[in-house]
């Protein structure tokens, strides 16, 4: 008889990118959750990465996650292809797996979720959702 091993916690950290502020959320894959966390302003900026930085040092992710927001009919557009670069930008600098996860009406759903927090912190909670997509994807 053989003993199986018990599943490797695994820390992810989900990112719904946008020009001007990304959401951040932090998720398990042992307990298949995700937990909105932050928004950091100006992904362009020095203070964007230095932030970051101090993030992905505290929570010390595994993988990364991010969103692609794809159109309708699934093709790229400008800002799917700012989301590419920006995943490729994060796994240049944490040397971490990073993952793009189709992220269409995450938005939408964000905001049903969210209706009482203040819009801003929609970008958070649709990090959360894009990384439940990938949890949900994982265990199908």
Do not use: C, K, N
Request: hydrophobic share 45%; net charge negative; proline share 5%.
């Amino acid at each position: 008889m053989s003993v199986a091993t018990a599943p490797e916690y695994r820390t992810l950290m989900g990112f719904d990118y946008g020009a001007r502020r990304v959401g951040i959320a932090v998720g398990q894959t042992v307990t298949g959750s995700a937990s909105p966390l932050t928004i950091l302003q100006q992904p362009a900026s020095t203070e964007f990465w230095r932030q970051l930085d101090r993030l992905v040092a505290e929570w010390r992710p595994d993988a990364l996650i991010v969103g692609q927001p794809l159109h309708a009919d699934g093709s790229s557009g400008a800002i799917a292809q700012a989301a590419a670069t920006f995943g490729a930008q994060l796994g240049e600098r944490y040397r971490l797996p990073v993952i793009a996860v189709d992220e269409r009406l995450t938005s939408w759903e964000a905001d049903q979720v969210a209706r009482e927090l203040p819009a801003s912190r929609r970008d958070a909670v649709a990090a959360s959702l894009i990384l439940m997509t990938y949890l949900e994807g994982r265990s199908a």
